[in-house]
């Protein structure tokens, strides 16, 4: 059982380069989002899934897209990198009755020049 | 709307020491509260929660007990060890899956 996997674990682009961020969990949970950490400012909710063919926008939402074709899978997409960007990203997921439980991938460390 | 209000870091204290890590909310309704801790390099991990008024959340010698009253959820630990060293994290989850994070406390403990 490997939990929350997200590869790459660090990564740098490019002004305008795009790329995907990739989440996976093996606890068939309903449930996934994806958080950017930036310092002192906690985590904030980018988009998030409530099972496979749905999802909404989370709290800035902005710059990125996702999909959500399987149950294990969310990946995130970055259309066009900004040096905003730059920011940790986390891959969570949940049981859908249990929300605030959510289990968090190690984290992808994006740095946009 | 909803918010988690948690006091500012960096908190420093000496290995034995007592801990207590200030958070309060506001919401609607009645949430259900989180403590994770994130330790360095590695995503959040969930410590310990309370789902309802009065209830205590408690793991590995940390507690916290869920105050209507004061709308708060206070980190506490009698006896803080090095490897306690981290950032903690308090949220609130009042809707089917949103949670609200405060903006975290790092905790350094020194030999």
């Known amino acids: 059982n490997a939990g929350v996997t997200q590869t790459p674990k660090f990564q740098v682009l490019k002004t305008g380069q795009s790329m995907t961020l990739q989440c996976a969990q093996d606890?068939?949970?309903?449930?996934m989002s994806w958080y950017r950490q930036d310092p002192g400012m906690g985590l904030r909710l980018i988009h998030y899934?409530?099972?496979?063919?749905?999802?909404d926008q989370g709290e800035v939402p902005n710059g990125y897209n996702v999909s959500r074709s399987t149950t294990e899978d969310f990946p995130l997409r970055l259309l066009s990198a900004a040096p905003s960007q730059t920011s940790v990203y986390f891959c969570?997921?949940?049981?859908?009755?249990?929300?605030?439980?959510?289990?968090f991938g190690p984290g992808t460390r994006l740095t946009v020049t | 709307g909803n918010s988690v209000t948690q006091m500012e870091g960096p908190v420093t204290l000496s290995e034995e020491a007592f801990l207590t890590i200030n958070c309060t909310y506001t919401?609607?309704?009645?949430?259900?509260l989180f403590w994770y801790v994130q330790y360095p390099g590695e995503g959040l991990q969930l410590l310990l929660k309370?789902?309802?008024?009065?209830d205590k959340g408690s793991n590995k010698g940390f507690e916290a007990t869920y105050r209507k009253e004061t709308t708060s959820f206070h980190l506490e630990k009698g006896s803080v060890q090095v490897s306690d060293s981290a950032v903690y994290f308090c949220?609130?989850?009042?809707?089917?899956?949103?949670?609200?994070f405060g903006t975290g406390t790092k905790l350094q403990v020194i030999p």
């Open positions: 969570a997921s949940s049981y859908p009755d249990r929300g605030g439980e959510q289990y």
């Open positions: 606890m068939n949970h309903e449930y």
């Open positions: 899934s409530v099972g496979a063919g749905i999802t």
């Open positions: 919401a609607t309704g009645y949430p259900s």
């Open positions: 309370a789902t309802k008024a009065d």
């Open positions: 949220a609130q989850s009042g809707g089917y899956q949103k949670v609200t």
